[in-house]
């Protein structure tokens, strides 16, 4: 019975640390299916968890700290927007150059408004997302077996998170049975052939591009108002690349996107959970390997070693008409 | 790849350009010093004080010179043969394994002029080490180096804290650490070249690797523009498939660029564990092999633009120092925004203002043309 409540509570905080993978590896997912590559989907998150929890500490409303993060990272998708699409300039250049003014400017901005040390205020009450508990979850909390997994792992979560999981088969049904979806992943593979069918690549792209800003507010969202109370100086701390890594990883489909970050948010619990105990059977594992090993994964099934992951066809590569 | 813009004469290209881009990043950064409240020209007059006002400062601007014309070569060196490096950062840092097997080895038997041999090479062998990986994968297996370098990244900085927590630090110490070297581990300073323009290098940590800088950025001026490998990674970068046709082993070009990226990188570890703090701290790069990115993009994958771009972000490094110093609301951190804004401008950015400039260059050609024109009526 220990060991199961064990396994449940390592459950239940791979929940808790794969929302925001999802989010950003879902926004991902949008504009890469479109042909833009983003590797600035951490910075994106940053200066979304940053505008949010700013907003929501002036304000006091969670809702509008929610729709801070989301303009905020729609404005910064957009000028990776711009540079890659309209500038045709490198999107990969344009990723990092995003990555390092948000990672700047939520610190200088953050230590100028509220001088606590690049945080911001700490939020309660009505400026934080407060957790759901599912009818019953009380009263069923001792039946065995089913009382934890339902009162645990189901319930009492942040809104958010069930929006998170909801938005993966949401996702699928856009991507792959909406008309937007279909011109979408076209975009990706075959440019070309969308213009000759009248459509416009670059207004398709950029809808694209809006659409991973969405995501990665809601993410940033998560972060400063759900599972912290309040914005943290570079809080983010890796999270969007290991998202980008579960994208890959996840080959570009949405439903193995949730998997692989259940999958890569296990592998955190864990590496926390083991802190300092051995394993049964392998022994003592080092910290710093369960941490290194969502990249190592994802190196190793880059490299086809577990199946191929084959990336959108024009990916990376600007549009130009010709003329 | 086509290009789909006029010519522009060769100053306009690799002068004007980049400078117009330079100086819209720095007007941007202007704006969050105003956003911030407080006034930009005089965090710009802190600035060039603070890394030019005293022979110690210009030591310290120097000293990150050094670092970032390693990084910059490194990312640079990738760039000529098409292949965007993110993995400079991790290479440096594995490239620190190097350094200090080197230093804990001879520090005590042997003088620096010795042991600097070995380092260099060791520094080398390590960061190509980390960088044959992607380079190998993508030449082979067909992942894509900047993810992969991305990933190498992560795992280098894991592997770092774990070997630098459980395997090099000493025993009974509790900093993640190695010990700090005898006198075989430590670069002597460059006061001479200092004192020859009449400065005093005071506590700065400038030395001998500087030099060892402005040799790698000859020697990859060498390597690009007047050997054969060279010859082949341009092809590459400008068009893989003439490469092809031509018959250069892409295969072959991609490890070995990466190798000569992840050797250059490494080798800029020699100077913060040899030259400054005498021994390998955790994290001791600090984002340097991000910096190289700037700097590459800002030198225009010249040896010629990279040193100047490094000076400059050097400034940036010291000088800002000198503004959080002085006006309490600019933090460091300010320099990670120029540097985004930079890498923004002059790499994502770069054709923003090209056709302004040339439509500016055309119209000037076409009055001067009439005029010479007129005159010879």
Known sequence: ?323 | MSNPYAKLPGWAEYGLIPLVNLVVAFLVAGLVVLLVGENPLEAAYHMINGAFGRGEYIGFTLYYATTFIFTGLSVAVAFHAGLFNIGSEGQAYIGGIGVALACLWLDKTMPWFVVFPLAIVGSAAFGALWAFLPGWLQAKRGSHVVITTIMFNFIASSLMVYLLTRVLKPLGSMAPQTRTFEAGGQLPKLDWLMSIFGLDLGNSPFNVSFLLAILAAFGVWVLIWRTKLGYEMRTMGHSPSSARYAGIGEARITVIVMMISGGLAGLMALNPIMGEQYRMQLDFVQGAGFVGIAVALMGRSHPAGIIPAAILFGMLYQGGAEIAFEMPAISRDMIVIIQGLVILFAGALENMFRPAIGRAFASIGRRSAVAAQTRGA
């Open chain 1, 1 to 323: 019975m220990e060991f199961f409540h064990t396994i449940i509570a390592i459950l239940e905080s791979t929940i808790r640390v794969s929302v925001p993978l999802i989010f950003a590896a879902l926004a991902g997912l949008f504009t890469e299916r479109a042909g833009v590559f983003d590797i600035g989907l951490e910075g994106k998150m940053l200066g979304a968890a940053f505008a949010a929890g700013a907003v929501a500490a002036v304000t006091g409303s969670v809702i509008m700290g929610l729709l801070a993060a989301i303009l905020i990272s729609v404005l910064l998708s957009l000028v990776h927007g711009y540079a890659s699409i309209t500038q045709r300039g490198s999107q990969i250049v344009s990723g990092v150059a995003i990555n390092f003014i948000v990672a700047g400017s939520t610190v200088i901005l953050g230590e100028a408004w509220f001088k606590q040390g690049g945080r911001t205020p700490a939020l309660a009450g009505d400026a934080r997302f407060q957790t759901v508990t599912f009818p019953f979850a009380d009263a069923v909390k001792d039946v065995p077996i089913f009382g934890p997994i339902y009162s645990n792992l189901l319930s009492g979560h942040f809104i958010l998170t069930y929006v998170a999981f909801l938005l993966v088969p949401f996702s699928w049904w856009i991507l792959y049975r909406t008309r937007f979806g279909l011109r979408l992943r076209a975009v990706g593979e075959n440019p070309g052939a969308v213009d000759t069918a009248g459509i416009s690549v670059i207004w398709l792209r950029y809808r694209a591009v809006i659409c991973c800003g969405i995501l990665c507010g809601f993410a940033g969202a998560y972060l400063s108002l759900a599972m912290s109370a309040g914005f943290v100086k570079g809080m983010t701390a890796g999270k969007g690349y290991i998202a980008l890594a579960a994208l890959i990883f996840a080959k570009w489909r949405p439903v193995n996107i949730m998997l692989a970050c259940l999958l890569f948010g296990f592998l955190d619990a864990l590496a926390i959970r083991l802190q300092g105990n051995p394993l049964p059977l392998i022994g003592q594992v080092p910290v710093q390997l369960m941490q290194a090993l969502p990249y190592i994964l994802t190196v190793i099934l880059l490299a086809g070693f577990i199946g191929k992951a084959i990336p959108p066809k024009a990916g990376g590569i600007p549009y130009v008409k010709e003329r």
